[in-house]
């Protein structure tokens, strides 16, 4: 028997959840509100997808579908959420054998690609896929291109004590400089929140960049996981110089999005302070690992966050699909007309 295809509804969020829990490639994404939040708040209509065989479900897929023009573009996650991957979910993966592990997800994933094509009618599909699952060959044999994603995974397993000592000597000296100057980091709540978002936007505007997103968007994430979310701030006579916004989810504390540079210049760098303390805070708080996330990926980003703890990177994908015209019109977009607007924006603001 195939697998059929069909859409959860608000009273299937409790089953669809249990399957976030229980398998392996289910993150705090994936849960049923914040997919609903996401919905609201990105223009972009969710199909939240489940597979059954056998009156059982084998996998869940959020997928958001937008329409442009001609374009007609699926995105797992969507554009402006934040999110750094979605993807699928399979489920009761570890009770089952390797053949019927592979049998469900293919027969999945391909009931998915016959529904975006003959169903949606996609011209263009952006996946990025959760940590945990690094099988591409479904999708390369659809016809997918590949590209590889990098977060730093520290295991916190070895205690704070020894993870400080993991730092050089410079290193350490550096932070209690900054602690001298008075330097603290906390945990802070909504109104930090909205600090760090504001600190982010004149950051983006100083580089000119497009910082597209809802400000509505994170306070209602927080007012749904305020007990997920850990808003760290660094801050000093009790002004906030930059902050991140982190969750813990399982036996992981992610650092999600944040660490502006302050408005002027400071050393030593808030930043640092608020890295180290905020590896140390999940260490005590007993969780396993500390996953800095996508920073790994930019050249530019991928030294200043958290290789000073000595972290393993971890690898994940992005799949991607577009007809040749939409592929152009991906091409002009991130090349022209963004940076183009990030530069009128900024000019208007001035």
Not at 214 to 223: M, N, Q, R, V, W
Request: glycine share 6%.
């Amino acid at each position: 028997m195939t697998v059929e295809l069909r859409f959860a509804q608000n009273s299937d969020a409790e089953e669809w959840d249990a399957i976030i829990a229980q398998s392996p490639h289910g993150t705090l994404f994936h849960t049923w509100n914040w997919l609903k939040i996401t919905e609201k708040h990105t223009h972009a209509k969710l199909y939240p997808v489940m597979g059954i065989k056998d009156n059982t479900p084998v996998g869940v897929f959020p997928l958001f579908f937008q329409k442009k023009g001609p374009l007609r573009m699926v995105f797992s996650p969507p554009p402006e959420s934040f999110l750094p991957y979605l993807g699928p979910v399979l489920a009761g993966f570890a009770l089952l054998k390797q053949e019927k592990r592979e049998n469900n997800y293919i027969e999945f994933q391909d009931a998915v690609e016959h529904f975006l094509k003959q169903e949606l009618h996609a011209n263009y599909i952006s996946i990025s896929l959760p940590p945990a699952l690094c099988d591409l060959r479904p999708f390369t044999w659809s016809g997918y291109r590949t590209e590889p994603l990098y977060d730093y995974v520290t295991d916190l397993s070895i205690g704070p004590d020894s993870l400080l000592q993991t730092l050089d000597k410079k290193q350490r000296q550096n932070l209690n400089r900054a602690k001298k100057r008075g330097m603290t980091v906390e945990i802070g709540g909504k109104r930090e929140l909205e600090k760090i978002l504001d600190l982010m936007e004149i950051r983006y505007a100083q580089q000119e960049k497009i910082l597209a997103w809802s400000k509505h968007y994170f306070p209602a994430i927080y007012d749904a996981y305020k007990d997920n979310l850990k808003i760290m701030v660094a801050k000093v006579d009790g002004e906030v110089l930059t902050g991140s916004i982190d969750f813990q989810y399982r036996d992981g504390h992610y650092s999600w999005i944040g660490g502006p540079k302050p408005k002027n210049p400071i050393t030593p760098s808030p930043n640092d302070l608020l890295i180290s303390e905020s590896v140390l805070y999940a260490a005590e708080q007993g969780c396993r690992y500390y996953i800095t996330m996508s920073a790994a990926s930019d050249k530019r980003l991928h030294a200043y966050y958290v290789t000073k703890f000595n972290p393993e990177l971890n690898i994940r994908y992005l799949v991607k699909k577009a007809s040749f015209v939409t592929g152009l019109s991906e091409k002009g977009y991130l090349d022209i007309y963004k940076p183009i607007l990030g530069k009128i924006r900024h000019l208007v603001k001035k």
